[in-house]
């Protein structure tokens, strides 16, 4: 089931909020949380009832394992032993599901064998289900968790706003929450819930799914390689940068808004990335939960930067190529991380660079911040050229026409080959003012964290409140609600969706 659907705005979603602000009048929150964790199953059967029992069975298994590890914990080497094979059974799983093919096709082009591919579904949402799994054993190893019930682990991984694409949560932020689940219909954390969310579908259903067009239109032609000229190559990478930005941070602000309807807080995971003055500011603004575990649960595992500058290199590189592994079992994604730690790495040694010079300003000037936005803007750009292209031979081609050598008119724009489905005379314009104004937006406008946060600590401080919001950001918001819902009969998937 999709958020930017009929069945989940108008009946999953308002039916599950109904029952649980009914039981919730109980004053108790284990029937609420039953309810929760049965509602978010059937929204994951909705997709395919087949892998349930690998959801159930997985949360039943890790959460028994992390019983057995807290039980054991005084004892370093059993604890360990234990924790070692639990995360190398969820590793396994995932890896069974998400990369066999990709092993199987790998093996066959090196040694020319002709092993079957599998051709196996991937289950949802394992990504995501799998590492906050890990996060939780790892924590328990430690010494971190607190003794938690099977029911609120269980809603701890399958609560339905971000089950299938995030953010990647924490038990400890999110557990000691179902304590304080919100039960009023008077509560700002309503208002604000619904407002999130109605932004995030306008994001989704608006901005990205008429981006789409544009940029599979580019990509399209690569794959057949067809040669593009400079801004036909350029158009179709801006217009991609911007649908998976619009795509996913819309996701994620409807996981946020539809958690807050319940009186749960999710972390933000977006925050302007496209405003960041170098990579590294790049991946504390795009998609922070991701960047958060990876840099806690593998890179300062890994040594961090405690081993010297050539160490700290290492374990950067290794951290971004896995992370890129995890998004897609293709090479363009591993070459996709990779290319994003050599950035890192020439971010840090930049930055070491830069420290040691004492004539310079201790903190960079508008023109140097300019320069760092360009540069970082154009290397994420080209780099979601890799993370969008199905295979080698497509990104080669888009990258040589992003270079000017894909035809000798490599300043013309040929919308009308391209994109046929719009007006003739309107092709050029509508391309290019449709881009502009969103990268202006992406560019310039604060970002909904920033604009949002002082409602919800105002929510937070006065709980039976009304929200205090002006005039033009409620009718801005309802404006956007209607005008994504009139686009809902064509639901499209998340780009997220099966990571």
Sequence with gaps: MLFNSYEFVFLFLPLVLGVFLLLGRWRSTALPTLWLVVASLAFYAYWRSAYLALLIGSIAGNYLAGLAIHRVRR???????????????????????????????????????GFPVQSIVLPLAISFFTFNQIAFLVDVHKGYVHDYGFLDYALFIVFFPHLIAGPIVHHRDIIPQFRRFNFSLASPLLSLGLMVFSIGLFKKVILADHLAPYASAVFDSAARAEALTLAEAWLGALAYTLQLYFDFSGYS??????????????????????????????????????????????????GGNRAGTLRQSLNIFLTMLLGG????????FVLWGALHGLYVIINHRWRDWRSRRHWLPARPG?????????????????AWVLFRAGDLSATLMLYKSMLGLGTPSGWTLQAGRLFPHLPTGLQDATVFVWIAILCGICWWAPSLRRQTDPLLAQALAAPSGKLRIGRSWAIGTALLAWLAVMFLARPTEFLYYQF
Aim: glycine residues 8%; aromatic residues 18%.
């Design 75 to 113: 004892h370093r080497l059993r604890s360990r032993a234990l924790l070692t094979g639990a995360i190398t059974a969820n590793l396994g799983l995932l890896a069974y599901f998400k990369y066999t093919d990709f092993l199987i096709g790998t093996v066959n082009a090196l040694t020319g064998t």
């Design 253 to 302: 602000d409807m996981a946020v808004g539809g958690a807050l309807l319940f009186g749960i807080r999710f972390p933000w995971n977006f925050d302007a990335p496209y405003q960041a003055t170098s990579i590294i500011d790049f991946w504390r603004r795009w998609h922070i939960s991701l960047s958060l575990f990876l840099r806690d649960y593998l890179y300062i595992p890994l």
């Design 325 to 332: 592994l995890w998004h897609g079992p293709n090479w363009t």
């Design 366 to 382: 508008a023109g140097e911040k300019a320069f760092g936005w360009s540069i970082t803007f154009i290397a994420v750009v080209a």
